[in-house]
């Protein structure tokens, strides 16, 4: 079946590091998306890609990078610099002008 | 003031009752506007696509598009517990575009 996987489900991360969520899509689509989920604010988008090779920053792109080797994946790190990194991070694809199609989310929380 | 606008919740209703979820927005050149379901600790799920103004019915669910209002609002009939969730609406100005805004969503609580 196809469908988006994100892993792991759930993360911890200590001060200073960096940590990478991995998401990988078998559904053909072109363009993939990092959104970043907290209580009250809804969805903030951080970076998306359109095609291998080039991605664009969302509205909260300081402290994280990525990265559009395959069509299939789109990993995200989450480097020291983001300060406030506690979240549920969400992974989607989409064909263009479509829908999105989300996975089911990777919990990273500060230790 | 945001471009997307939801109540927050939650919304309590008892079993069978008729819910309606809305979303309010200030850009005039949104046309695309997608309702999604999501479960607690669990990814959203795309529930509805319409474009532009008028109703679009899919089972129990009905998304209605007012633009000269500025609101959206999805129904939902004969509702179940399984529908308590949260209830995210999406937005875009452009066909072919990447890019959509969400609304902070609502949640939905269906009393047995």
């Known amino acids: 079946d196809g469908g988006i996987t994100q892993s792991p489900k759930y993360l911890f991360r200590k001060e200073g590091q960096n940590v990478t969520l991995s998401c990988e899509q078998n559904?053909?689509?072109?363009?993939m998306y990092w959104y970043r989920q907290d209580p009250g604010q809804g969805l903030r988008l951080i970076y998306y890609s359109q095609i291998v090779n080039d991605f664009q920053k969302g509205d909260i792109a300081e402290g994280y990078s990525v990265s559009r080797e395959k069509k299939e994946s789109f990993p995200l790190t989450v480097t020291s610099a983001q300060k406030n990194p506690t979240a549920f991070y969400l992974c989607?694809?989409?064909?263009?002008?479509?829908?999105?199609?989300f996975g089911s989310g990777t919990r990273l929380t500060v230790v | 003031q945001k471009e997307v606008e939801q109540d927050p919740g939650p919304l309590s209703v008892p079993e069978g009752a008729i819910v309606s979820l809305n979303c309010t927005y200030s850009n005039s050149a949104f046309q695309y506007f997608m309702w999604y379901r999501q479960y607690s600790r669990k990814g959203p799920e795309l529930l509805m696509y319409?474009?532009?103004?008028g109703n679009k019915e899919d089972g129990r669910f009905t998304a209605q598009v007012d633009k000269s209002s500025k609101y959206i609002s999805l129904f939902i009939r004969d509702s179940q517990p399984s529908d308590s969730a949260t209830y995210l609406c999406?937005?875009?100005?452009?066909?072919?575009?990447?890019?959509?805004?969400f609304g902070t969503g609502t949640r939905l609580k269906v009393l047995a």
């Open positions: 559904l053909n689509h072109d363009a």
């Open positions: 999406a937005m875009s100005a452009r066909s072919g575009t990447y890019k959509y805004i």
């Open positions: 989607a694809s989409s064909i263009v002008g479509g829908g999105y199609t």
């Open positions: 319409t474009y532009s103004s």
